[in-house]
């Protein structure tokens, strides 16, 4: 039996807390991130990465977090990290994107984007492709 959450799809009934445990995983890890940088505020795209971290600890931490808002901020956490050469976060986050949304065509382009990035151009294409192919689906 399967149960919608916001739109989370396909989520079995209990797995909300998974749901729950991802995002929270996610912005650990992103905290992490931030506690073993350098002191210095580094280039633009280092501090839009701050700055995107910081959307999605508040949007996460919200008395009732709105889940499509901490969905959105996990994506420009993704895009940020990409921009700013942090691979593995990158990645990370992206496959948090996935596994939170897997219809989500935003995720999959973004775990795309940040296999490329990684030199995984295989598993690169097969995801950009699905990500197109959810487009598509969406726009029809």
Same mark, same amino acid.
């Given at each position: 039996?399967?149960?919608? +959450?916001? *739109?989370?799809? &396909?989520?079995?009934?209990? #797995? =909300?807390?998974?749901?729950?445990?991802?995002?929270?995983?996610?912005?650990r $890890?992103?905290?992490?991130?931030?506690? @073993?940088? /350098?002191?210095?505020? &580094?280039?633009?795209?280092?501090?839009?990465? !701050?700055?995107?971290? *910081?959307?999605? !600890?508040?949007?996460?931490t919200?008395?009732? /977090?709105?889940?499509?808002? =901490?969905f $959105?901020?996990?994506?420009? !956490?993704?895009? @940020?990290?990409?921009?700013? &050469?942090?691979?593995?976060? @990158?990645?990370? !986050?992206?496959?948090?994107? =996935?596994?939170?949304? #897997?219809?989500?065509?935003?995720a +999959? $382009?973004?775990? &795309?984007?940040?296999?490329?990035?990684? *030199?995984?151009?295989?598993?690169?294409?097969?995801?950009?492709?699905?990500?197109?192919?959810?487009?598509?689906?969406? @726009?029809?």
């Amino acid at each position: 039996m399967t149960k919608r +959450w916001n *739109g989370l799809v &396909g989520l079995r009934a209990g #797995s =909300v807390a998974r749901a729950e445990d991802l995002s929270t995983a996610c912005v650990r $890890e992103c905290a992490r991130h931030l506690a @073993a940088r /350098p002191g210095d505020a &580094g280039s633009l795209a280092d501090v839009s990465l !701050v700055a995107a971290i *910081g959307a999605l !600890v508040a949007e996460h931490t919200e008395l009732c /977090p709105d889940e499509d808002a =901490v969905f $959105e901020a996990l994506l420009a !956490v993704g895009a @940020a990290a990409l921009a700013a &050469g942090e691979g593995r976060l @990158a990645r990370r !986050v992206a496959d948090s994107t =996935v596994a939170l949304r #897997s219809r989500s065509a935003a995720a +999959w $382009e973004l775990r &795309g984007r940040a296999l490329r990035a990684a *030199g995984r151009e295989t598993e690169a294409v097969e995801a950009l492709g699905r990500g197109l192919s959810l487009r598509r689906r969406v @726009a029809a």
